[in-house]
């Protein structure tokens, strides 16, 4: 069946330095790539998204490109924030998976210093 | 502003009880889910329903049950069936995928912290 992979956390980084949150996938047909941030005590918010190959999701400084050859959707940040700190959740969703119901990826944690 | 609205925020719950957590909605979605997220674990889907009056298992429906009677609301209640439910829940909605697409994601609400005391 379908599925997401993410590595694995924690990730510390220190402010101001370049970021990138590894997520692949694997899906029938062609799904719609999505990255849902979780604030810590919050529930999760859309950060961004891609639905077709080669597209670019973009929002607060946060990249994602839809690459079906590699079947990936990395997360990159130029330089991140103590504010980035989150747990950061890579998801799928396909009409050839129940109905397109959303598929996640176990999620990463992001801890930046000052 | 239209939203997803989960409450309480907390709750707690003596052993052997039953206890309703209440999620609405006012942004017109037919579909609608609810999770389980455990410290440092992932989401895990307990249950969902696609359309008003019909709702689904999901990987960890056991010791939970829910009713769709309304459109905008989709409330889960903790059995005492459930043997460990301290938890962070989390309820979401979204349009439905046959319907609409799969280019929509899912909206959240802000979680209940569920608390076994």
């Not at chain 1, 690459?67 to 989150?86: I, M, N, P």
């Not at chain 2, 939203?3 to 006012?26: A, D, M």
């Not at chain 2, 999901?58 to 009677?69: F, K, L, N």
Request: aromatic share 12%; glycine share 10%.
């Amino acid at each position: 069946g379908d599925s997401v992979t993410q590595m694995e956390g924690p990730v510390t980084l220190s402010e101001e330095a370049f970021l990138t949150i590894n997520c692949t996938y694997t899906a029938t047909g062609y799904p719609s790539l999505f990255w849902y941030v979780q604030y810590p005590g919050e529930g999760l918010q859309l950060l961004l998204k891609a639905t077709k190959a080669d597209d670019k999701g973009s929002n607060k400084g946060f990249e994602a490109t839809y690459r079906k050859e590699t079947t990936s959707f990395h997360l990159e940040k130029g330089s991140v924030q103590v504010s980035d700190s989150a747990v950061y959740f890579c998801a799928l969703r396909s009409l050839y998976n129940q109905g397109g119901k959303l598929i996640f990826g176990q999620g990463t944690e992001l801890s930046v210093k000052p | 502003d239209g939203g997803i609205t989960q409450s309480p925020k907390y709750l707690f719950r003596k052993e052997g009880q039953n206890v309703t957590l209440s999620c609405e909605q006012n942004l017109n979605h037919d579909a609608m889910y609810w999770y389980r997220q455990d410290p440092g674990q992932g989401l895990r889907l307990i249950y969902y329903s696609q359309i008003v009056n019909d709702f689904q298992k999901g990987d960890i429906a056991e010791g939970y049950s829910v009713s769709r009677e309304k459109k905008e609301s989709f409330p889960l209640t903790v059995t005492s069936a459930q043997k460990n439910p301290t938890a962070f829940y989390l309820c979401a909605s979204s349009a439905r995928g046959q319907r609409y697409g799969i280019g929509y994601g899912y909206t959240f609400g802000s979680g209940t912290r569920l608390t076994v005391v």
